[in-house]
């Protein structure tokens, strides 16, 4: 796929302005250049099947919403504390007792502008000029950048499916050097839908250990597993630091809200940094999320869940029917990353070609494997199970016609 560079005169305005080097080493969110993609098509009137964003196709129940616009209406719209409101911080850590059984103080609870503003500030807490972070290849994508905004410089290891797609605690051994200063996983993970089994996450969390080093564990997708709830770092180890967001269990992608678990000895540290980079999170959101965890919310997000599921058991299946690699099933997220290097199709040694081909001549938008690392991209497209049942349906029956062509 091609993805829009800047051209002459865009990269001479840029230098004119100076932009700082560190750009340089982003690169572009390439699930966003699908999206344009797929919008152009869509703006032409083609009915374009979306498979390609990270985003739920639900929205905040009724209670969510009904507590936002009383936040509103109650004028309760000021600055927070920038760690988050205090009954929000509690009401998080009562979900882990509720949930997993974990026993959290809220005052080690974070609240943030999302798992995005979460990763940022474990990284500017966290990364110095140099420092390597380890993460396995494919991740998500944003990691990289968060950690070479800050100069650090991140190594992919790539990973096998024998391993869940998942770092484990010999390759952190392995490849741990004298700039080696942490890692940054995710489980279940972004682009792969497989959660790390206990003894991965305590292995790793031990090799992390054993060199003092630092392990960022984003644990945005726990609340959408199928399989049985996967392990939190968090029951391993006080030392990690974890990630979460109200955007995938709890359908609030927009309202940039989600939360970080840290040690008691950094909060004052994250308390500073949250002062000055963002303030404090949304208040409106903040109030709305306390409906969230209402047992009322609660059943509405358990029968979500259960929908992504019964996608799941359709979809993967049915991949694989169409001659999709996909040789450990998904377990959690909303996605499968699948492998078509043995597809019928003349691009199947490209899967950048391949998913604007096939967004051109079956409407059906996927992402390919470019976003999520640098060991087998052109072999891998991840499809998101984020949209209607139906939906699915008709874009596995599209690619089916695409494929027997
Ligand atoms: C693994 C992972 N972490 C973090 C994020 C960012 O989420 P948020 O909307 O909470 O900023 C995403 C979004 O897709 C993700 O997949």
Excluded at 32 to 37: P, R
Excluded at 235 to 254: C, E, L, P, Q, R
Aim: a negative charge; proline letters at 7%.
């Amino acid at each position: 796929m091609s993805i829009p560079t800047p051209n002459n005169l865009e990269l001479q305005a840029a230098r004119a302005l100076q932009v700082a080097t560190r750009v340089d080493a982003i690169e572009p969110f390439r699930v966003m250049e699908m999206l344009k993609a797929a919008g152009a098509l869509k703006a032409d009137g083609a009915d374009v099947i979306s498979m390609s964003v990270g985003e739920p196709d639900f929205t905040a129940p009724e209670p969510v919403a009904a507590a936002a616009m009383e936040a509103i209406r109650a004028g309760i719209t000021q600055y927070t504390d920038s760690l988050g409101i205090m009954p929000l911080r509690e009401a998080i850590a009562a979900h882990y007792a509720s949930s997993a059984g974990l026993a959290i103080d809220p005052r080690r609870i974070v609240v943030t502008a999302g798992a995005s503003a979460g990763l940022l500030l474990a990284c500017a807490a966290l990364v110095a000029e140099g420092d390597e972070v380890l993460m396995p290849d494919p991740c998500y994508p944003c990691n990289r950048h968060f950690v070479s905004a800050f100069g650090g410089k991140p190594v992919l290891i790539p990973s096998s499916a024998d391993d869940r797609y998942q770092l484990t605690g010999a390759q952190v051994s392995a490849h741990w050097g004298a700039r080696t200063r942490g890692v940054v996983v995710a489980s279940p993970s972004n682009p792969t839908g497989t959660s790390m089994t206990a003894q991965q996450l305590q292995e790793m969390l031990a090799a992390v250990r054993a060199k003092d080093g630092f392990a960022v564990v984003d644990e945005i997708y726990q609340g959408l597993s199928y399989d049985g709830a996967p392990a939190s770092a968090l029951a391993f180890d006080d030392h990690v630091i974890t990630v979460n967001s109200f955007s995938k269990y709890f359908n609030m992608t927009g309202w940039r809200l989600g939360w970080l678990v840290v040690p008691d000895a950094l909060v004052p540290v994250f308390e500073k940094l949250a002062q000055n980079l963002f303030i404090c999170p949304s208040a409106i959101a903040q109030h709305a999320a306390l409906a969230c965890f209402r047992p009322e919310s609660i059943a509405i997000y358990e029968e979500r869940r259960l929908e992504f599921k019964r996608r799941r058991d359709f979809i993967v299946p049915a991949l694989r029917e169409l001659g999709f690699g996909v040789p450990v099933m998904p377990d959690g997220a909303f996605y499968v990353y699948g492998d078509i290097s043995k597809l019928p199709h003349p691009d199947a040694g490209d899967s950048g070609a391949f998913a604007m081909s096939v967004l051109r001549q079956a409407h059906v938008a996927f992402v390919p494997g470019a976003d999520f690392g640098f060991a087998a991209p052109a072999r891998h497209v991840r499809f998101s199970y984020a949209t209607k049942y139906e939906r699915i349906e008709q874009a596995i029956d599209r690619l089916a016609r695409l494929l027997a062509r």
